[in-house]
């Protein structure tokens, strides 16, 4: 294996491990929407709802 095939191999996994932290990134980025929806979701459920003292 010469220089250049070693390049294009280590060229080939890099742009395999970009496309795997893109795909990462996607679903991180629906998992935090997710998580801020229901946390704004419980505040409004807890702020609609009487609260009763201790």
Known sequence: ?????KL???L??????KEQMDAQDEKLD???KRLNHMRDKAHADRD???AWPK
């Open 1 to 5: 294996m010469n220089q250049d095939e």
């Open 8 to 10: 294009d191999a280590l």
């Open 30 to 32: 629906y998992i935090v």
């Open 48 to 50: 609609s709802k009487t």
């Open 12 to 17: 080939k996994e890099v742009a395999s491990l």
